[in-house]
């Protein structure tokens, strides 16, 4: 299976703060990856697709970008309903593994 | 509206067998691929396995594989998952999640998910 990395696994932070999450893949999976948000007892929401595709309905301030191995994905000012943990996949034909998570923390 | 519901989780003595099934309703579930999707207590997804559209193409994780099989009923509009010679460390809730595309993609749509305990 491809491994997927995301660091930090913690992040505190402040609202209106700019947030970088980093996924990195084991090998190169082009640009199929996707980065969705969780809040406790939900299930995860999609944000991202294809590396850098918003979803729809998905507030402006969340962007990904990446390729190939290194992918990041950026929230431009936090807002309080942003306090969740976020995890990267990576999809083929063939699987669909997750990152560890990153959980975004009021500093 | 896409609905996802799970069903036949509980509490299983290690080693047993468990099947859970998904009824999915909303969309046209023959046309799209569908994962299952593990969580620990307190930790992270967790992929577990992926059947394409027609049910031709079926793969599992290697934390899985030889244990645990993906199926699907598109006449009855639901996804399987037979959990066989449980371990301690399956017990998580799983989610079965439809995919984007046929084949593969992300994952659109999450049912909330059925919690499988597995203890002695």
């Known amino acids: 299976d491809i491994q997927m990395t995301q660091s930090p696994s913690t992040l505190f932070a402040s609202v209106g703060d700019r947030v970088t999450i980093t996924c990195r893949a084991n090998?190169?999976?082009?640009?199929?990856l996707a980065w969705y948000q969780q809040k406790p007892g939900k299930a995860p929401k999609l944000l991202i697709y294809?590396?850098?595709s918003l979803e729809s309905g998905v507030p402006l301030r969340f962007s990904g970008s990446g390729s190939g191995t290194e992918f990041t994905l950026t929230i431009s000012s936090l807002q309080p309903d942003d306090f969740a943990t976020y995890y990267c996949?990576?999809?083929?034909?063939?699987?669909?593994?997750f990152g560890q998570g990153t959980k975004v923390e009021i500093k | 509206q896409v609905q996802l519901v799970e069903s036949g989780g509980g509490v299983v003595q290690p080693g047993r067998s468990l099947r859970l099934s998904c009824a999915a309703s909303?969309?046209?579930?023959?046309?799209?691929?569908m994962h299952w999707v593990r969580q620990a207590p307190g930790k992270g997804l967790e992929w577990v396995a992926l059947?394409?559209?027609?049910?031709?193409?079926?793969y599992c994780a290697d934390s899985v594989k030889g244990r645990f099989t993906i199926s699907r009923d598109n006449s009855k509009n639901t996804l399987y998952l037979e959990m066989n010679s449980l371990r301690i460390e399956d017990t998580a809730v799983f989610y079965c999640?439809?995919?984007?595309?046929?084949?593969?993609?992300?994952?659109?749509?999450w049912g909330l998910g059925t919690l499988v305990t597995v203890s002695s």
């Open positions: 059947i394409s559209y027609d049910g031709s193409n079926k």
């Open positions: 909303g969309f046209t579930f023959s046309a799209y691929a």
């Open positions: 294809r590396a850098s």
């Open positions: 996949q990576q999809y083929n034909l063939y699987s669909g593994t």
């Open positions: 090998e190169s999976i082009s640009s199929w």
């Open positions: 999640a439809k995919i984007v595309g046929a084949l593969w993609g992300p994952i659109d749509f």
